[in-house]
């Protein structure tokens, strides 16, 4: 537990940065670059949306409850080297060890459009009044963000009428049949019309989240709404690491290796959306790259050789909830990939959406 005097600069404080700098702010002197004044729990955002009242400010968790001695700079990065991190405002952190941890971006709402905890809370209740003003609803996009938004809406206004349309031909794609059937029976019961194997011929004209007259054809067919929302869009936040530290993939992601990393760095990792671990890019992924990556600066800085290795799920991860109440899940298991009952479904997820969990983890509440 003795502090060794080694500073560690994580760039990004979402899931897996600000896991790693708490687990590392008792052994090394950690400086997390990190533009938000808080951490967000993007998980619970949808909810914070339908229901900002109750849920939206319990998405942020300011960096200073749980990061006790180490630097919290809000800035972002501009660059990276074997040495240090440069700043956007041109200053330098000078580092023993630096871990890549900028994740991605998905358009609001999924995740906030402001590195300000105010900013966001003001936009959710913005977006909220529009909503709420909206009888139908258009989702552009019916991966699990799309999905789950549908489902929140739902559960708030069964009444409204909820489109979604997706280019694929199937459901989650590469999930098991099963998880497709149920989640197709839910959203039946629930109303809610999915239209697959089909393109916006054009984005409406109206600006995602504002009512106003949705009008658009999908494949030649007319769709109207009150409202409409992105839910497709995933980018990894990698344009500062251009032309830098390794090539990044046509996804813009970093190379690793299984001890995370970067390739050809024995001092520099990545963690994260940021890399190119072959999975699906998740929250609870990137918290276990934090922990790997913990140990294995932790080793370093006490003289002993990185040994930590990460290994992906070979089964595809997911838990959608269509609000508190519905949603499917799978998991891995020895026999392969395995549905979650409901009650796991809403236990792990759906109920609180994690908000349970980083209470404890980033200790806004004493431990029970
Ligand atoms: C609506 C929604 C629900 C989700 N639900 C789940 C779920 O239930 N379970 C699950 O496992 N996953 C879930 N995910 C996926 C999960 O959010 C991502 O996989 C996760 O955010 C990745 O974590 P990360 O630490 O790599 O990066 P992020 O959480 O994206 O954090 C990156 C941080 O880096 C910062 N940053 C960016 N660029 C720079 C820069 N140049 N300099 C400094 N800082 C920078 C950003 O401000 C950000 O805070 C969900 C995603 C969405 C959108």
Do not use: C
């Not at 280019?167 to 149920?182: F, I, K, N, Q, W």
């Not at 922990?291 to 002993?304: K, M």
């Not at 298991?333 to 969990?357: A, C, H, T």
């Amino acid at each position: 537990m003795t502090q060794q005097g080694k500073t560690v600069a994580i760039v990004g404080g979402g899931y897996g940065g600000a896991a790693l700098a708490k687990a590392l702010d008792e052994h090394a002197d950690v400086v997390l670059i990190e533009p938000k004044d808080a951490f967000v729990n993007a998980a619970a955002s949808l909810r914070a949306l339908t229901q900002p009242e109750q849920w939206a400010e319990r998405l942020f968790y300011p960096y200073d409850a749980f990061i006790k001695r180490g630097k919290h700079l809000r800035e972002y990065a501009s660059g990276v080297d074997e040495r240090g991190v440069t700043l956007a405002s041109g200053e330098r952190v000078e580092a023993d060890y630096i871990v890549l941890a900028s994740g991605s971006g998905y358009p609001y709402p999924a995740k906030t459009r402001t590195d300000s905890t105010d900013e966001a809370l003001a936009h959710f209740k913005e977006t909220h009044a529009e909503l709420a003003g909206a009888d139908r609803v258009l989702i552009a996009g019916a991966g699990p963000v799309g999905l789950e938004l549908a489902g929140e809406i739902k559960a708030v206004w069964p009444e409204k009428r909820i489109t979604i349309v997706d280019p694929s031909d199937e459901l989650m794609p590469g999930y098991e049949p099963e998880l497709r059937a149920e989640l197709h029976s839910q959203l039946d019961k629930l109303g809610i019309e999915v239209r697959l194997g089909v393109t916006l011929d054009d984005e409406p004209a109206v600006e995602p989240g504002r009512t106003g007259t949705v009008a658009v054809t999908a494949n030649g067919e007319p769709i109207e709404a009150d409202i409409w929302f992105r839910a497709f869009g995933m980018s990894t936040n990698s344009g500062y690491l251009r032309d830098g530290i390794a090539p990044l993939n046509r996804r813009g992601q970093l190379p690793v290796t299984p001890t995370l990393n970067v390739e050809g760095h024995a001092h520099v990792y990545a963690i994260g959306d940021v890399t190119n671990v072959n999975e699906e890019k998740r929250a609870a992924a990137a918290g276990r790259h934090a922990d790997v990556v913990a140990a294995n600066i932790i080793a370093q800085i006490n003289g002993e050789q990185p040994a930590s290795v990460y290994e992906p799920s070979p089964v595809r991860v997911a838990i959608v909830p269509l609000g508190p109440e519905l949603g499917v899940g799978q998991m891995p298991s020895e026999n392969g990939p395995v549905q979650l009952p409901l009650e796991s479904v809403i236990e792990w997820k759906g109920r609180d959406l994690m908000v349970g969990y980083f209470d404890q983890a980033f200790r806004l509440v004493p431990a029970q």
